[in-house]
């Protein structure tokens, strides 16, 4: 089976932190890029940050640059998300995501590029 399971969201407070986690099964994760993306209501999905495969490269959207910082631990299939000095408007569904199909160093922040995705983890930053 081939899984991406999200796992860490919850209720913060504004300025507080939050580890997210993506949890994958069913192939080896060195392989594939890992992208983070987010949906707030009545907002289209933007992507956060992206890890590639090989060298391990990171991209960042500005809105998260030197808040958020992305991660890989191949040896246990996760990918995470530390998400440091955290916003109101940070507050959103937390997806990730990739695609099975493509390999090599790629990362991406459009969303159709990414065809396989977790289910999605809530956080919501509030006072």
């Known amino acids: 089976q081939l899984q991406l399971v999200e796992s860490g969201g919850g209720l913060v407070q504004p300025g507080g932190s939050l580890r997210l986690s993506c949890a994958t099964s069913?192939?080896?994760?060195?392989?594939?890029?890992i992208g983070w993306f987010r949906q707030a209501p009545g907002k289209e999905r933007e992507g956060v940050s992206c890890?590639?495969?090989?060298?391990?490269?990171?991209n960042y959207a500005e809105s998260v640059k030197g808040r958020f910082t992305i991660s890989r631990d191949n040896a246990r299939n996760t990918v995470y998300l530390q998400m440091n000095s955290l916003k109101p408007e940070d507050t959103a569904i937390y997806y990730c995501?990739?695609?099975?199909?493509?390999?090599?160093?790629?990362?991406?922040?459009?969303?159709?590029?990414?065809?396989?995705w977790g289910r999605g983890t809530q956080v919501t930053v509030s006072s």
């Open positions: 890890i590639s495969s090989s060298d391990g490269s990171t």
């Open positions: 995501a990739t695609d099975f199909g493509r390999t090599g160093r790629w990362c991406s922040d459009n969303a159709r590029e990414f065809r396989h």
């Open positions: 069913g192939f080896t994760l060195d392989y594939y890029t």
